[in-house]
Nanobody, 130 residues
Framework: QVQVAESGGGSVQVGGSLTLSCVVS????????MGWFRQAPGKQREGVAS???????TYSDSVKGRFTISQDNSRNNRTLQMNSLKPDDTAQYYC????????????????????????WGQGTQVTVSS
């Protein structure tokens, strides 16, 4: 059974940085796409970034240029480096992984059905204060 676990959340002042980590275990080599999502109180869940087996990445417009997603060679350990944090980045951040080989993205209308069968972590809270 695929298991997903996030860590690294916390509180930071505006303009600061945080690094989130995601560990995937259990048949993880079949999970070809990994993504980060976030949900703030009263808001819909938002796709933040994705990375596929080959290292091809996508970012939402709201984080592009500030966040960087990466993975190690095993594809079991993924990182979201968050810089220049804003109060609007405050949210619960979730890691997800999908076994679909093509179509790894958080962009556009195809993203929602792509992640419909994802495995999800429990979430880690990020709070950015002014």
């Amino acid at each position: 059974q695929v298991q997903v676990a996030e860590s690294g959340g916390g509180s930071v002042q505006v303009g600061g940085s945080l690094t989130l980590s995601c560990v995937v275990s259990g048949y993880s080599r079949s999970q070809y796409c990994m993504g980060w999502f976030r949900q703030a109180p009263g808001k819909q869940r938002e796709g933040v970034a994705s990375i596929d087996f080959d290292g091809v990445v996508t970012y939402s417009d709201s984080v592009k240029g500030r966040f960087t997603i990466s993975q190690d060679n095993s594809r079991n350990n993924r990182t979201l480096q968050m810089n220049s944090l804003k109060p609007d980045d405050t949210a619960q951040y979730y890691c997800a992984t999908v076994g679909t080989r093509v179509g790894c993205t958080v962009l556009g209308p195809r993203a929602q059905p792509f992640w419909a069968n994802a495995y999800w972590g429990q979430g880690t809270q990020v709070t950015v204060s002014s």
